[in-house]
């Protein structure tokens, strides 16, 4: 059973960063998708940046990319998420994720999640 706590969220003002953590406890298998997704009030979980834990490559959601970076230290047993020119709209509950059955930017088909840690970026 794999257990996840997230943290590193925060207050920023527009143009800002934060770097998000995921602590996992137990084992995580190669083939595992580790995966950050976000939550707006009134809107539905949606995928943001994930990470094959075997291999490393990475792919982002378009509202994202070339703006956030995940990675993953397989010593630590932690995703993180670096998070630059942060908008307004990426204010959202930042949820951390595993996907036993690989590559998947649907939430439905996640094993086990954190408990979520709140960004919000203001004007």
């Known amino acids: 059973q794999v257990q996840l706590v997230e943290s590193g969220g925060g207050l920023v003002q527009t143009g800002g960063s934060l770097r998000l953590s995921c602590a996992a406890s137990?084992?995580?298998?190669?083939?595992?998708?580790m995966a950050w997704f976000r939550q707006a009030p009134g809107k539905e979980r949606e995928f943001v940046a994930g990470?094959?834990?075997?291999?490393?490559?990475?792919y982002y959601a378009d509202s994202v990319k070339g703006r956030f970076t995940i990675s993953r230290v397989s010593a630590e047993n932690s995703v993180y998420l670096q998070m630059n020119s942060l908008k307004v709209e990426d204010t959202a509950t930042y949820y951390c994720?595993?996907?036993?059955?690989?590559?998947?930017?649907?939430?439905?088909?996640?094993?086990?999640w954190g408990q979520g840690t709140q960004v919000t970026v203001s004007s």
């Open positions: 990470i094959r834990w075997g291999v490393g490559n990475t």
């Open positions: 994720g595993g996907d036993r059955g690989g590559y998947s930017r649907m939430s439905s088909t996640f094993d086990f």
């Open positions: 137990g084992r995580i298998y190669s083939s595992t998708f």
